[in-house]
């Protein structure tokens, strides 16, 4: 017989497998890094946690165009930051505490490794359970699922040249802000931080391999979005890192202590960059190395991702995946999506349900902020749709005239031969929140004109640029 009914390794959307359904079950969880995973400690809330105190920094400066003349004095980035990690910290803290001592759950706080048929050894790597730092534990389980998310790629030039470095999981953590950063990225994470350090005084380069920033945007949205960023940061677009060393503190000191030793950065065009801080931002790759999958016949696709079926079951009997190490998208409501499901499966075995990967919406909050849904243009034409067009003006709507918004878009994307949505792209304040009306109607195959029509809009709402946008699908 089994240790035990179910092993999770991973503790951010794993964690919520724990359902009722296990309240008479025998549970391990097993984390070999900090107890709640990515989007909690180093993720999606300490992220929008900084970006909010840029927004504030950003609607102190702009102040003026309303008549309401203020000056940024000062910002204190340890007070900033300690307000973020003081509310997260014990969050995850007490969430592992839960699960080390909780009735029916036993926590391994180390790194998991498949050594058999249903079987995990855990290298015990952190104190706070019930083993040594060091001790390796077998365990077997009748059911196992992978959780294990996914973690930053460093690009070689960078990581074989021993300069150091800071990724997302890292500098949020900054002892002290620095003078100039260079994000080397033109996704998602370096679109965020690029706004955060840069409204809050630093000196930020970007430098993207490609000629727009968000490349899997809808490419009219991301060309709007990427012109947006040239008037707030330097981006050096179509450019690459072609060597970094590292430089030695001038008379003025250098570095994010300000005494320290800073990088330069060679670049395939351009003057070469020297910065205090470099931070990477060039894509996540899912964990599924080093934890013995071969031995146990779970296959993985080239780019690493476990390879599930429609219900979350990896190619080895009692073995499932969810998240980032299998999703074809990382983002948080997938993996916990993809969680309710296979929670559900792992005691349903006679009435599976399937992860729905169809408008999976996403938002970047940056400054504007992005929202998006569905098909791009080029997608939908590309799939021969009988495509039809709508961009509306956030400044052509009574709350954009209220804001003196002059670059805020929706973008709606239909099929003219049935009235349905295909895609939304929003860039401007609240993206990430007006466009859930579209999520919606999308979600339930609501008609454009329909969602527009046959329901009141709060005027004069923000809203209302949605409203007119599908008016004019
Ligand atoms: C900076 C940043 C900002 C983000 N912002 C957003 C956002 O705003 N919205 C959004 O939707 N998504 C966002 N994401 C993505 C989101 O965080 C992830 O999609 C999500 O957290 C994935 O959850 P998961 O459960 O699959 O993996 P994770 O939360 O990463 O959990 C995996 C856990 O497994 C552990 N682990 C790995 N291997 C082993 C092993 N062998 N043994 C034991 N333990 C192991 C890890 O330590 C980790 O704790 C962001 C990501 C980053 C990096
Ligand atoms: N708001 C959110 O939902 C949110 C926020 C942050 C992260 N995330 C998730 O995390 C994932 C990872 O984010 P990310 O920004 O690291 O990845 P990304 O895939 O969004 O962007 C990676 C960028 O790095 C560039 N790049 C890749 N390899 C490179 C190399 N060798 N040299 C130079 N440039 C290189 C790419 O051209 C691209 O611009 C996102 O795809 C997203 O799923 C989501």
Request: glycine share 12%; aromatic share 6%.
């Amino acid at each position: 017989m089994a240790d035990y009914d179910l092993i999770i390794i991973g503790t951010g959307s794993g964690n919520s497998l724990v359902t009722e359904d296990f309240a008479d079950k025998k549970v391990a969880v097993v984390e070999r890094g900090t107890f709640g995973g990515t989007c909690l400690n180093v993720g999606c809330i300490p992220t929008k946690m900084f970006v909010y105190a840029a927004e504030v920094a950003t609607t102190i400066r702009d102040a003026s165009r309303f008549g309401v003349d203020a000056t940024l004095d000062r910002v204190r980035w340890p007070d900033i930051r300690d307000r973020v990690f003081g509310r997260i910290d014990p969050i995850s803290e007490g969430g592992r505490d839960y699960r080390v001592n909780g009735p029916n759950t036993e926590a391994y706080l180390g790194h998991a490794t498949f050594v058999g048929e249903r079987e995990v050894e855990v290298e015990i790597t952190s104190p706070g359970g019930k083993h040594a730092v060091g001790e390796k534990v077998r365990i077997t389980g009748e059911q196992i699922v992978i959780a294990t998310g996914s973690r930053a790629t460093i690009p070689d030039v960078i990581e074989s040249s021993g300069v150091p470095f800071e990724t997302s999981d890292t500098v949020m953590r900054l002892a002290e802000l620095p003078r100039s950063m260079a994000i080397v990225g033109g996704g998602v994470i370096g679109a965020e931080f690029a706004h955060v350090f840069s409204a809050l005084g630093v000196q930020v380069t970007q430098v993207q391999r490609g000629d727009r920033l968000l490349h899997r945007l809808d490419a009219e949205v991301g060309t709007l979005f990427t012109q947006q960023a040239q008037q707030q940061w330097d981006l050096r677009l179509n450019t690459q890192i072609t060597g970094a060393t590292v430089t030695q503190p001038g008379a003025d000191g250098g570095g994010a202590d300000g005494g320290g030793a800073g990088v330069r950065l060679e670049l395939t065009q351009g003057d070469p960059l020297e910065v205090d801080v470099v931070l990477v931002a060039t894509g996540r790759r899912p964990n599924s190395d080093g934890m013995g999958l071969e031995v146990v016949g779970v296959q993985t696709h080239s780019d690493g991702r476990v390879v599930v079926d429609d219900h979350g079951r990896a190619t080895a009997d009692g073995v499932w995946a969810l998240g980032d190490v299998s999703a074809p998208v990382q983002l948080k409501h997938l993996a916990n999506h993809e969680a309710r499901v296979v929670a559900h499966n792992l005691v349903h075995p006679e009435d599976l349900q399937s992860f729905v990967h169809t408008n999976v919406p996403a938002a970047v909050f940056s400054h504007p902020q992005v929202a998006t849904v569905g098909l791009t243009e080029e997608e939908a034409r590309a799939g021969g749709h009988d495509v039809t067009v709508k961009m509306q003006r956030y400044g052509d709507t009574a709350y954009g005239w209220a804001m003196e918004d002059t670059t805020g878009v929706v973008k709606l994307i239909g099929d003219a031969s049935t009235g349905l949505i295909l895609g939304a792209h929003f860039m401007g304040p609240h993206a990430s929140t007006l466009i859930q009306t579209v999520i919606h109607a999308m979600s339930f195959a609501q008609p454009a004109q329909q969602v527009a029509k046959e329901q009141f809009w709060i005027h004069p709402a923000l809203a209302e640029v949605v409203e007119n946008a599908l008016l004019g699908l």
